[in-house]
């Protein structure tokens, strides 16, 4: 039974639900995202692929980023089908005059249907920020709010640091708040700026607004630094909040935003309430995935959800289980979010494990050769290997203990010499060192026996280039498959430099990504396993075994 599809609403929550998407403004504050123009364009159309209902581009007038962004939107580049853009700025500033404000007349500028402004609702930022009176940032947002109206533009107001202003001043952050409505604002969004408020705290502010101002829209912002971030905003949806903002995978400054890829099946599997459009929610794990690598971020996997961990099963007792019931050890249905089942092996897995993973990769294995992949994976992951992030390493596994033998090519020796010239042994920032890595390899490939020399920037590097100078005439295809991430770990830090090393390659060919491992206590040769590894198992997607 997926209990996800008897999810029961409450009669006393709202029936829907609007997603507010800031993942280009708020989540590009996130450290080690920098967003060209380009970025921006491509993870608009993600998000409205996914069919979230606003769409926060940026801040025009505050980077040339941003306005070359709402440009080429305004100017046809950016066709949105289910999504709407907004712009974000800023309230008028203290004592200035509405059609006198640069930051206004950049919202109005960017040409979008809505404008998100912020604006101060804890006293203390008023006084001690803003050096003005209360009563002017009173102004400030009523001023604004009408202006943007005059000029025929829907308003929403984000209240930064609400719930901290209405812990010590509640009067100030309400009177804040009525402004807004007051003078015509859409949607009334309460910020948890600093992420430091609990679920509790979140509820009960929240449900002062929403009595208050029961025919306007009042939403939440939530940032995650009590790790409460879709916890809050979900206290605020139960008492009445309509809105959420968030971003992909939880970008955001700081520890992040309000997770989208968690509160949307929260709010509908779990909840009931309409969030995404109908059928959208399955494009989610893969809307995450291209989000990442647009932003240049390596993927979560332990998120929620998205993840590749989040249905991956590694003990025994639940592969037993899953094997007979797909429920027993899984929250939703996984392809509800575009997601799937995995069955990790490693030493600690049994017998059911190894079968579940041998029928997950189409292998077929008798009793005798599930024992023998257990024992040998057993003893290679004592030795250091650790397959459960080396998946083509462990099929090759598999497939071999079915039987099959890799004759693509066979080695017979190879050699790295690596030439070293300058530097000596002055301070680093003063060295000039000019290197030289070439490699010899000696195969054979069906039949001939054929030498390969390759230069490269490094020993991995060198190799690869000698393999692929003798092995891409038989098999052109070799020309699709690249390396695209090399990781090495020191296993044994206290043997020094004649640790065990354990190398982990990443490659693809276009469509298709795997990894591979190899250790040894020399860093070449467990590089060189990998490698050969790659190599072989892409040869092997090209060409299935015993074809």
């Known amino acids: 039974m997926d209990i996800s599809r008897d999810a029961v609403r409450d009669p006393s929550w709202p029936e829907a639900v609007e997603i507010f998407d800031t993942t280009l403004r708020d989540g590009s504050q996130f450290e080690g995202i920098s967003l060209t123009a380009d970025d921006k364009l491509k993870v608009a159309e993600q998000l409205d692929v996914l069919g979230v209902h606003y769409i926060e581009g940026g801040w025009p007038g505050a980077n040339p980023r941003d306005d070359e962004f709402f440009a080429r939107a305004a100017a046809g580049e950016l066709q949105l089908a289910t999504s709407t853009l907004v712009a974000f700025g800023s309230t008028r500033r203290p004592k200035g005059k509405v059609d006198e404000d640069a930051t206004l007349a950049n919202l109005l500028s960017a040409k979008t249907a809505v404008c998100c402004i912020v604006a101060k609702s804890w006293d203390y930022h008023v006084i001690e920020a803003l050096r003005t009176t209360l009563d002017e940032g009173v102004a400030m947002i009523s001023d604004s709010v009408q202006y943007l109206n005059g000029a025929g533009r829907r308003v929403f107001v984000d ?313 891409t005439e038989e098999y052109p295809e070799l020309g699709r498959i690249h390396l695209t991430d090399f990781k090495v770990r020191v296993l044994d830090t206290s043997q020094g430099t004649g640790a065990i090393t354990r190398v982990l390659l990443d490659s693809s060919d276009g469509n298709r990504n795997w990894s591979t491992i190899g250790v040894s206590e020399n860093i070449i040769e467990a590089s060189w396993q990998a490698l050969a590894d790659s190599l072989v198992y892409g040869l092997l997607r090209a060409s299935p075994p015993n074809a």
Request: aromatic share 6%; proline share 3%; glycine share 10%.
């Open 159 to 471: 209240f930064e640091h609400f719930f901290d202003g209405y812990k010590r001043n509640p009067e100030f952050a309400l009177r804040a708040v009525e402004a807004a409505a007051l003078a015509g604002a859409e949607a009334l969004v309460l910020c948890d700026t600093n992420g430091g408020s609990l679920p509790h705290e979140v509820e009960a502010a929240t449900r002062v607004v929403v009595e208050m101002f029961p025919e306007v829209t009042v939403g939440m912002h939530t940032q995650n630094d009590t790790a409460c971030a879709v916890a809050n905003a979900l206290a605020g949806v139960r008492v009445g909040a309509t809105h959420v903002q968030g971003t992909i995978n939880g970008y955001g400054e700081r520890t992040g935003n309000c997770d989208l890829t968690s509160l949307i099946p929260n709010l509908t599997l779990k909840m009931g309430i309409r969030t995404v459009h109908e059928g959208s929610m399955e494009k989610l794990t893969s809307v995450s995935h291209h989000v990442a690598e647009l932003v240049n971020l390596p993927p979560n996997h332990a998120l929620p959800y998205v993840g590749k961990s989040a249905f991956a099963h590694k003990a025994g007792l639940h592969t037993s289980a899953i094997a007979r019931r797909g429920d027993a050890y899984e929250h939703i249905d996984p392809a509800l979010v575009g997601n799937g089942t995995r069955f990790l092996v490693s030493d600690l897995s049994g017998r059911a494990s190894i079968e579940l993973k041998a029928k997950e990769l189409g292998i077929e294995l008798g009793p005798e050769q599930l024992k023998q992949v257990l024992d040998e994976l057993k003893r290679l992951e004592n030795m250091g290997y650790h397959f459960e992030v080396a998946d083509a390493s462990l099929e090759l596994l598999m497939l071999g203990a079915a039987g099959w033998e890799q004759d693509f090519f066979r080695v017979e020796a190879f050699h790295v010499s690596l030439q070293h010239r300058g530097g000596g042994s002055r301070a680093w920032k003063d060295v000039a060192v000019d290197v030289d890595t070439e490699a010899v390899v000696k195969l054979w490939v069906r039949g001939r026996r054929v030498v390969g020399f390759g230069e490269g920037n490094g020993p991995v590097n060198a190799i690869d280039a000698a393999l692929r100078s003798v092995l």
